[in-house]
């Protein structure tokens, strides 16, 4: 029998179940044969059910998906935990960008004409943080701020790490007794221009929670002295498209939709992200509620408009 497995990641046939499975909701071990053969991936083999048996095992293992059997009529299998993959999280975004990679692994051929978008902080700080976050490790930093354009070294403790508008975030909190005090930050990793980690170690706070952090927040903006409340927007019909697909968070709610526009509600915290979120949309997007923060926006396009309006002349 020939060596399906040379030269070929093992993840990539990993992926290919996952998702072959989950796309079809249920299928026997004859039909995911049957499209495995009609995949460039198999190069003509047959699964051995006992190298399925094995996969099944790794996938739990490796991604925590249950491929689970009926047991009977037709003995198909599924993925059991379906809403993992599903719902927003870890094990989604993971499953996610192996299925992203698994395509352009097997894309080389036309790569030229495959275009993506550049995640500058990625693959310099990511994997130590991630250790450092296992080991609850303190972690020592040199960090470039832009709001006082100085760089300053220091140690954190490194609670949780979060992606936002392809740029890597981690939240941690200074070693140091006066910012210790203060609570968690938010570190965006490209700024970060030196890591290591340290000797000293950390408990991790039992209260503390990554999700209780970000609560009502937009993006990565934690400001919990703004409170969580309703936003209400007018979106046109052409951009309500977009945000009806894409939602821009997930308190969003359509109540109202007609051939002209559609009414959202949102239930966050409207701070610096967010209104720059409603800038960017322009003339498409308009803030009903609350009237703070039409305000706020309204006060914003002024100032734009002064800067621009001799220009109109």
Not at 16 to 37: D, H, M, Q
Not at 114 to 139: F, H, T
Not at 161 to 166: C, T, V
Not at 215 to 228: L, P, S, V
Request: net charge negative; charged share 30%.
């Amino acid at each position: 029998m020939p060596n399906n497995d040379r030269g070929q990641s093992l993840i990539t046939k990993y992926v290919w179940v996952i998702e072959t499975i989950y796309k079809a909701k249920k299928i026997s071990f004859k039909e995911l044969n049957e499209k495995w053969l009609d995949d460039e991936i198999s190069r003509g083999v047959d699964i051995p059910k006992r190298t399925f048996d094995n996969w099944k095992s790794v996938i739990l293992d490796m991604f925590g998906i249950i491929i689970a059997n009926e047991q009977c009529g037709e003995y198909r299998y599924y993925i059991a935990n379906a809403d993992d993959i599903r719902n927003n999280g870890l094990r989604s975004w993971l499953y996610n960008t192996l299925c992203v990679s698994n395509a352009l692994a097997n894309s080389q051929s036309i790569k030229d004409r495959i275009i993506l978008e550049y995640v500058p902080s990625g693959q310099d700080y990511l994997q130590p943080v991630i250790e450092a976050m296992k080991e609850n490790r303190v972690l020592n930093i040199t960090y470039h701020s832009y709001w006082k354009d100085e760089e300053n070294n220091f140690d954190v403790q490194p609670y949780c790490i979060k992606l936002f508008r392809q740029r890597w975030y981690m939240v941690a909190r200074s070693t140091y007794s006066y910012y210790y005090d203060k609570g968690p930050r938010v570190y965006a990793l490209d700024r970060i221009h030196s890591l290591q980690k340290t000797e000293e170690t950390f408990s991790m706070p039992k209260e503390w929670n990554a999700s209780d952090f970000f609560d009502g927040c937009f993006g990565i903006i934690a400001d919990h002295n703004t409170e969580i409340q309703t936003v209400k927007l007018k979106v046109s019909a052409g951009q309500a498209n977009y945000i009806r697909d894409l939602k821009m968070h997930e308190s969003q709610e359509e109540i109202e939709r007609n051939e002209e526009y559609s009414i959202f509600t949102f239930n966050l915290r409207p701070v610096f992200d967010f209104q720059q979120e409603l800038l960017w949309n322009g003339e498409d997007m308009e803030v009903l509620e609350p009237y703070w923060l039409r305000k706020e926006i309204a006060g914003k396009i002024k100032r734009m408009w002064n800067k621009y309006k001799d220009d109109s002349k």
